[in-house]
């Protein structure tokens, strides 16, 4: 019998299972409410920074230690504003993507049996830690290669013809970075979902294995559609995916092995 949190018949009424998710839900929202409005509060003092400043600060830092980049502009009067909401929720959405992980696992592990919570904690450890890696493969490998790509384009000035030197806007920049950092965080949950796949039973090793041309076809097109359009961070982010899901059919082949050595035994 799964242990189950108990009324008198042993078991939660349907409206006890959605209040309990109503309040989970609820807990993640204040979170990311909280989160989002302490970043805008600014220490007193002069030339002080708050959240948001240092997270822009952090992420245009490979940018700023271009010769090429000598400034960033914005060329609307709410755009820079608007840059720190963005930056806001972006860290508000880093921070409570544990935090609703964390109460989507109170909710469900209690209609859990042990040996089940068991089998789902490394995929509940890996999910945030397979995110940062792909977030710290955009920023420390993709954008400086990136950077390399986009800046290759300025032309010096000479005898009639005008120089064509890069002023990133602030908005346009915060964008870009944080469409990178998603995507590659985002496709590096790729084992995770495959392997709860199969440990459900939905999928199967050889399955996998058999679909690995249409994973790299697929994997090909969503580079496409997640990056920027430059070669260079679509096969940074493509052959990621791939390598992963090669480790994915691995993983795969150990569950299926391990499974079987239970019901031998």
């Excluded at 090429?68 to 820079?80: C, P, Q, Y």
């Excluded at 002023?167 to 709860?196: D, H, N, T, W």
């Excluded at 899901?245 to 050595?261: M, P």
């Amino acid at each position: 019998m799964s242990e189950t949190t108990h009324q008198d018949d042993g078991s939660m009424s349907l409206l006890d299972h959605l209040t309990e998710l109503r309040n989970r839900l609820g807990i993640v929202m204040i979170g990311f409410v909280v989160i989002f409005l302490a970043c805008f509060i600014r220490p007193f003092g002069s030339g002080s920074h708050n959240i948001a400043d240092l997270v822009y600060l952090f992420l245009q830092a490979p940018l700023a230690e271009r010769h090429e980049v000598s400034r960033m502009i914005f060329t609307g009067l709410h755009e820079g504003f608007f840059t720190q909401v963005k930056v806001a929720f972006f860290v508000s959405i880093s921070i409570t993507f544990p935090l609703m992980l964390l109460q989507i696992w109170k909710f469900v592990a209690p209609g859990l049996y042990k040996n089940e919570r068991q089998a789902i904690y490394p995929f509940l450890l890996a999910t945030p830690v397979l995110f940062a890696l792909g977030a710290a493969m955009v920023y420390y490998i993709v954008i400086p290669l990136a950077w390399d790509f986009f800046l290759s384009f300025e032309v010096q000035g000479g005898a009639g013809a005008l120089p064509i030197e890069v002023e990133p806007r602030i908005s346009e920049y915060l964008s870009l970075v944080m469409r990178l950092m998603f995507a590659f965080g985002l496709s590096f949950e790729l084992p995770v979902i495959l392997l709860l796949l199969v440990r459900a039973g939905l999928m199967t090793p050889d399955g996998l294995a058999s679909k690995r041309k249409y994973a790299i076809l697929f994997a090909f097109i969503a580079a496409a559609i997640l990056t920027p359009p430059d070669v260079i961070s679509q096969v940074l982010l493509a052959i990621p995916v791939i390598m992963l899901y090669e480790l994915s059919i691995l993983g795969a082949r150990l569950i299926q092995k391990r499974n079987g050595d239970e019901t031998d035994s």
